[in-house]
């Protein structure tokens, strides 16, 4: 399994039982190039904006640094369904007591509903994982250019340094520093 969608599983405390094969297909369906920032097994409603169609699938979602992606599989229908994050135009979460937290996206032919977790702060955290992967991707102009390698190794410094002072974990530097090192 690729290192970030290890880290991402862990960082969100996303269950995976029952759901490892459906996560090594979409694994199978990324782009060398894509750093994977959040995924996870869920039920997710699709509606096309025109018709107001709406369709319920269980599978995975997956948010990288260039796109969102939901692969599923339903008897012999199986399709992923794309799109860059250029084309997203809101994010907006919200929970209650009996479906949990739920990410909706919005663009401009479709909207998302994501099922994510009963956790609120988790949920919000998600959140900002969204809208921070999109404000990356439009900061770099919608092509989703990587990091400098200068950037990067500055950014890994930062860590060593946080490590030392003792505010990370050997572990979580560790952990940190592959994604960063995915990167280059």
């Not at 107001?52 to 008897?75: C, E, M, N, Q």
Request: aromatic letters at 8%; one cysteine or more; a neutral charge.
């Amino acid at each position: 399994m690729r290192k970030d969608i290890e880290y991402a599983l862990q960082k969100f405390k996303v269950k995976t039982f029952g759901n490892k094969k459906n996560i090594e297909k979409v694994e199978s369906i990324l782009r060398a190039d894509e750093l994977v920032l959040y995924i996870s097994p869920t039920n997710v409603v699709i509606t096309s904006v025109n018709t107001s169609k709406k369709k319920k699938l269980p599978g995975v979602f997956v948010l990288t640094d260039k796109r969102i992606l939901f692969h599923y599989k339903i008897a012999f229908e199986e399709s992923t369904d794309t799109t860059e994050l250029s084309k997203i135009d809101s994010i907006n979460c919200f929970s209650n007591g009996i479906t949990g937290g739920q990410i909706e996206i919005h663009t401009r032919t479709k909207t998302y509903n994501i099922l994510v977790t009963y956790k609120k702060d988790l949920m919000n955290e998600i959140k900002d994982t969204f809208e921070e992967a999109i404000n990356n991707y439009t900061q770099n102009n919608g092509f989703g250019n990587k990091e400098s390698d200068t950037d990067i190794m500055q950014q890994i410094e930062k860590l060593a340094e946080l490590r030392d002072k003792d505010i990370l974990t050997e572990e979580e530097f560790q952990e940190k520093k592959q994604v960063l090192m995915a990167r280059l």
